[in-house]
């Protein structure tokens, strides 16, 4: 089992930044991805972005790219989302989750709350 805790949410005026950490503890050794998601108040959970543990290697939603930008501290055991140009449209709770075998994500963090204003 692989325990997430995300920080670094919180209130920000469009155009700013924040960035995102999360936390990873447990079973680490057996972490193949990690993600973000974000879900929006009376909309769907949304993919993000997503960071290969191993390589690096990563993957964005198309409406975050060039805005966004993922990463991971294997030594820390922590993946990061730096968010920049921040719109109001991108309000809603962060999810930081891990995949652990080849099928969907399997271990969730509680959520961080980002709410930007115009």
């Known amino acids: 089992q692989v325990q997430l805790v995300e920080s670094g949410g919180g209130l920000v005026q469009a155009g700013g930044s924040l960035r995102l950490s999360c936390a990873a503890s447990?079973?680490?050794?057996?972490?193949?991805?990690m993600a973000w998601f974000r879900q929006a108040p009376g909309k769907e959970r949304e993919f993000v972005a997503t960071?290969?543990?191993?390589?690096?290697?990563?993957s964005y939603a198309d409406s975050m790219k060039g805005r966004f930008t993922i990463s991971r501290d294997k030594a820390k055991n922590t993946v990061y989302l730096q968010m920049n140009s921040l719109k109001p449209e991108d309000t809603a709770v962060y999810y930081c989750?891990?995949?652990?075998?080849?099928?969907?994500?399997?271990?969730w963090g509680q959520g961080t709350q980002v709410t930007v204003s115009s």
């Open positions: 960071i290969t543990w191993g390589g690096g290697r990563t």
């Open positions: 447990g079973r680490t050794f057996s972490i193949n991805n």
């Open positions: 989750a891990a995949r652990t075998g080849l099928g969907a994500y399997d271990c």
